[in-house]
Structure formats: structure tokens, C-alpha cells
């Protein structure tokens, strides 16, 4: 069974930084891309990065681009987010999401997210 | 960078009865289209991949099809379960991975 466990989410001044961790079983986690997807409360889905297998392709959303950073650790299968300059439009529930390819594809796992707040 | 127009927004719709939602996108994404069902409180879950194929466990009252620019999800028979919010995405083109901004199927 394929199972995404988020972790790091909490309350935290706006300016400050957080570091979000994915934990993935169930499948070999170094042949697939991974995303992190996020949703502020009551709106929609907003991609906010991706790396591939390998961490040879890494990208961002325009939105958080020069402030997050994603990384990935094969050896311990787990995905990272690490967020600096938090701002108040960041406050949203984080997913890690496994894609189904190396580098891009549809989400066909998600975890159960991890709700990161910005407020003073 | 690829924009996904979902619609309608909202989608009133009687038990039993067919749904069908749409989803556009700016430029062609080939047939590389999901689509998920997201429940209150829930993660989104996969419904549909490939524009038309369905995702493991899904019913067969859901079917997706289009490709290029022009997609439809189709909910046969709803049932109490089904009523939820949808989202597309395209996966034709990364980065970014974009979705749409989603359909709300309710109770009519």
C-alpha cells in the first residue's frame, strides 16, 4: 500500500521559515517524480513544485519561486519542502504527491497534507 | 504556461441523473488530462488519466474523453458518493503543473 505522510505544518510569523517532510512507503520512491500541491482554505489545487527521480529537473511555481526549496532524499525515501520568506498568502494545506512517471505525469497518490499557517 | 478553464463552477444535479463537466485548456495538451474527486476534509483522489482512463477502483459511470484543448467528464448515474468538487489537470506541459480551478457537483 502506498502511503504519503506529511509532517512539519504549524503557526508561524510571517518573514520565518518551515521545512515540510514527505515519508513515502509502498513503492521504490527513486523512480518517481514527486510534487508538493497545495490548497488555501476554500479555494482550489495550486502546484507548487516538483522534482524528478533523480533531482536532475526541480522546479517552482512562479508564486514561490527564490523563497522554497524541494529536495528529496532516496536513501530515506522522503521528500522535502523547505520554506523561507513566509507570507500570509502561503497559509494553505500542503500535499506530497507521487506522480506517476520520473519526471512529470498525473497524481495518482496523495498524502493527507499538512496545514502550514502564516500569521503574526 | 498552460491554463485550465473548468466549467461550470457549479453543477446542480438530481441523484440518477448525468453529469457533465467540462475543461479547457489554453493551448494543446495532447490527451495528457487527469482528473480527480476531492471530498470535504479529503485528498484529492484520481479518477481518470490519459483524457479516458480510468484509475484503478474507479466505477465505470465515470468515463473521460477529448484531447487537444477540449475534455469532458461524464458522471453516467450520480450516486450519493459523487457529489464532490472536480478538478482537471494537464500534464502535457511541465512545469508548471496546472489544474483547474474545479467544478462543484451538488445536490439539486
Known amino acids: 500500500e502506498v502511503l504519503l505522510v506529511e509532517s512539519g505544518g504549524g503557526l508561524v510569523q510571517p518573514g520565518r521559515s518551515l521545512r515540510l517532510s514527505c515519508a513515502a512507503s509502498?513503492?521504490?520512491?527513486?523512480?518517481?517524480?514527486m510534487h508538493w500541491v497545495r490548497q488555501a482554505p476554500g479555494k482550489g489545487l495550486e502546484w507548487v513544485s516538483g522534482?524528478?527521480?533523480?533531482?536532475?529537473?526541480?522546479d517552482y511555481a512562479d508564486s514561490v519561486k527564490g523563497r522554497f526549496t524541494i529536495s528529496r532524499d532516496n536513501a530515506k525515501n522522503s521528500l522535502y519542502l523547505q520554506m523561507n520568506s513566509l507570507r500570509a498568502e502561503d497559509k494553505a494545506l500542503y500535499y506530497c504527491?507521487?506522480?506517476?512517471?520520473?519526471?512529470?505525469?498525473?497524481?495518482?497518490?496523495w498524502g493527507q497534507g499538512t496545514l502550514v499557517t502564516v500569521s503574526s | 504556461e498552460i491554463v485550465m478553464t473548468q466549467s461550470p463552477a457549479t453543477l446542480s444535479v438530481s441523484p440518477g441523473e448525468r453529469a457533465t463537466l467540462s475543461c479547457r485548456a489554453s493551448?494543446?495538451?495532447?490527451?495528457?488530462l487527469a482528473w480527480y474527486q476531492q471530498k470535504p476534509g479529503q485528498a484529492p483522489r484520481l479518477l481518470i488519466y490519459?483524457?479516458?482512463t480510468r484509475a484503478t477502483g474507479i466505477p465505470a459511470r465515470f468515463s473521460g474523453s477529448g484531447s487537444g484543448t477540449e475534455f469532458t467528464l461524464t458522471i453516467s448515474s450520480l450516486q450519493s458518493e459523487d457529489f464532490a468538487v472536480y478538478y482537471c489537470?494537464?500534464?502535457?506541459?511541465?512545469?508548471?503543473?496546472?489544474f483547474g480551478g474545479g467544478t462543484k457537483v451538488e445536490i439539486k
Open positions: 504527491a507521487k506522480v506517476h512517471g520520473a519526471v512529470s505525469g498525473w497524481v495518482d497518490y
Open positions: 509502498g513503492f521504490t520512491f527513486d523512480d518517481y517524480a
Open positions: 490519459g483524457a479516458s
Open positions: 493551448q494543446s495538451v495532447n490527451s495528457n
Open positions: 489537470q494537464q500534464y502535457n506541459n511541465w512545469p508548471p503543473l496546472t
Open positions: 522534482i524528478s527521480w533523480n533531482s536532475g529537473s526541480i
